[in-house]
């Protein structure tokens, strides 16, 4: 009988308990991303692409695969395509990037692009900040490349860049990245709305652990764009997510660049028309006298050679940008409801062309009308002073002869 109680003792001993199971410690998903980088650069009102040629050889105008219900009465722009880097080949410092290229792609209308794609196996947490790696010894990030490869390119095609009344030496800019990514392992649907917290941070360019509010969450993943069921695009203002495991997706890349394109030329005209509406409130002020307490009133140096030129540039300016709204409805013929239209008009609308159309028309109407109000003075004025000069002419043969 005494056996018993024992034996429950030792059943119950902590050295007859089974070993405690570790939990194994779940490693985060690797991608196969591809990182393209676009930088596009305004460098003058238009480039030869002839000349431009002729000085750093490449290949004529972009191929578009009319895939996805493009229309085949669609136009793109025709660039000068030039190959910087060809090839898989290593120019990242980092074990996790497969390959890299680089392109640069000279534009008539005065506006270089260059675009370095980047191919890396990474999880979503290493994908945050890979723009700011190092790319090559002696060189610290994409950007810093990017801006290395555009001087590059400017100092062989200068000669053709025709930069008349622009100021070259405040440089315009537009960056845009893409991630895209192949094959993630189920729908893309699906991977976005598993991962809308991080995906959200990459978008935003924040860090990994930003506590994003839900209200941002839903605004940056409530406009996706998908032609099949194996595809998904979500736009934002600095960057974009494509998810494709064809890697079909250089047509959405193309209209992405040609939207960037339209919004830098909108931004280089609006900035230089504020600095010509500044120089004509100085004319202004030349032409009309301001009279100042204890100051002796300013002479007008404001000449009729001068104003002329000044409304010769204005004229030009005029035509610039006639024609940089007319490529933005007309030029690459994107328009229609049809899935590479729907991008388009989607990527407007995030970098608000519009809006910046009414100011750049604002501005050309307010300074078409100062110099035209200087000018009708000035004429004016003038007129009065050939009338007092008629007079005084027709009245001293007069007063001679009156007087003998």
């Given at each position: 009988m005494s056996d018993g109680p024992r034996r429950a003792r030792v059943a119950k001993s902590?050295?007859?308990a089974p070993p405690k199971r570790r939990k194994a410690v779940r490693k985060a998903p690797v991608y196969h991303v591809e990182i393209v980088r676009m930088a596009l650069y305004d460098v003058g009102r238009s480039v030869d692409i002839k000349k431009a040629a002729a000085l750093l050889p490449g290949t004529p105008g972009m191929r578009i695969l009319r895939r996805r219900d493009t229309p085949a009465s669609l136009t793109m722009p025709t660039p000068l395509c030039?190959?910087?880097?060809s090839g898989s080949q290593k120019a990242f410092c980092d074990d996790a990037v497969e390959g890299f290229?680089?392109?640069a792609r000279i534009y008539a209308d005065g506006v270089i692009s260059i675009v370095a794609r980047l191919k890396v196996s990474a999880s979503l947490e290493e994908l945050h900040g890979v723009e700011s790696r190092p790319v090559s010894p002696g060189i610290s990030d994409l950007d810093t490349y990017t801006d290395e490869r555009y001087r590059a390119v400017l100092a062989q095609v200068e000669p053709a860049v025709a930069a008349e009344h622009y100021d070259t030496e405040r440089m315009e800019k537009e960056t845009y990245t893409a991630f895209c990514f192949?094959?993630?392992?189920?729908a893309p649907a699906d991977f976005v709305s598993a991962n809308e917290r991080p995906l959200t941070t990459l978008l935003g360019g924040e860090p990994w652990d930003t506590p994003i509010h839900a209200s941002q969450i839903r605004r940056s993943m409530s406009n996706p764009f998908s032609y099949s069921q194996n595809d998904l695009v979500v736009f934002d203002m600095d960057r974009c997510l494509i998810i494709d495991a064809e890697r079909d997706y250089e047509d959405v890349l193309l209209i992405t660049e040609l939207a960037?394109?339209?919004f830098l030329e909108l931004r280089t005209l609006d900035r230089l028309l504020d600095r010509w509406l500044d120089e004509a409130e100085d004319d202004v002020n030349a032409f009309y006298r301001r009279e100042r307490p204890g100051k002796r009133p300013k002479k007008r140096t404001i000449k009729a050679g001068a104003l002329q030129r000044k409304l010769a540039v204005i004229q030009a300016?005029?035509?610039d940008a006639l024609f940089i709204l007319e490529n933005l409805e007309n030029s690459a013929k994107?328009?229609?409801?049809?899935?590479?239209?729907?991008?388009y008009e989607h990527l407007c609308g995030i970098f608000n062309t519009a809006g910046w159309t009414r100011s750049v028309e604002r501005r050309l109407d307010a300074l078409q009308n100062v110099y035209e109000i200087v000018k009708g003075d000035k004429n004016e004025r003038t007129m009065l002073v050939l009338e007092i000069v008629f007079i005084i002419v027709c009245i001293i043969p007069i007063i001679q002869?009156?007087?003998?």
């Amino acid at each position: 009988m005494s056996d018993g109680p024992r034996r429950a003792r030792v059943a119950k001993s902590p050295q007859a308990a089974p070993p405690k199971r570790r939990k194994a410690v779940r490693k985060a998903p690797v991608y196969h991303v591809e990182i393209v980088r676009m930088a596009l650069y305004d460098v003058g009102r238009s480039v030869d692409i002839k000349k431009a040629a002729a000085l750093l050889p490449g290949t004529p105008g972009m191929r578009i695969l009319r895939r996805r219900d493009t229309p085949a009465s669609l136009t793109m722009p025709t660039p000068l395509c030039v190959d910087l880097r060809s090839g898989s080949q290593k120019a990242f410092c980092d074990d996790a990037v497969e390959g890299f290229s680089a392109m640069a792609r000279i534009y008539a209308d005065g506006v270089i692009s260059i675009v370095a794609r980047l191919k890396v196996s990474a999880s979503l947490e290493e994908l945050h900040g890979v723009e700011s790696r190092p790319v090559s010894p002696g060189i610290s990030d994409l950007d810093t490349y990017t801006d290395e490869r555009y001087r590059a390119v400017l100092a062989q095609v200068e000669p053709a860049v025709a930069a008349e009344h622009y100021d070259t030496e405040r440089m315009e800019k537009e960056t845009y990245t893409a991630f895209c990514f192949a094959d993630v392992g189920m729908a893309p649907a699906d991977f976005v709305s598993a991962n809308e917290r991080p995906l959200t941070t990459l978008l935003g360019g924040e860090p990994w652990d930003t506590p994003i509010h839900a209200s941002q969450i839903r605004r940056s993943m409530s406009n996706p764009f998908s032609y099949s069921q194996n595809d998904l695009v979500v736009f934002d203002m600095d960057r974009c997510l494509i998810i494709d495991a064809e890697r079909d997706y250089e047509d959405v890349l193309l209209i992405t660049e040609l939207a960037n394109y339209q919004f830098l030329e909108l931004r280089t005209l609006d900035r230089l028309l504020d600095r010509w509406l500044d120089e004509a409130e100085d004319d202004v002020n030349a032409f009309y006298r301001r009279e100042r307490p204890g100051k002796r009133p300013k002479k007008r140096t404001i000449k009729a050679g001068a104003l002329q030129r000044k409304l010769a540039v204005i004229q030009a300016l005029r035509l610039d940008a006639l024609f940089i709204l007319e490529n933005l409805e007309n030029s690459a013929k994107i328009i229609g409801d049809y899935f590479l239209g729907i991008v388009y008009e989607h990527l407007c609308g995030i970098f608000n062309t519009a809006g910046w159309t009414r100011s750049v028309e604002r501005r050309l109407d307010a300074l078409q009308n100062v110099y035209e109000i200087v000018k009708g003075d000035k004429n004016e004025r003038t007129m009065l002073v050939l009338e007092i000069v008629f007079i005084i002419v027709c009245i001293i043969p007069i007063i001679q002869f009156a007087m003998g």
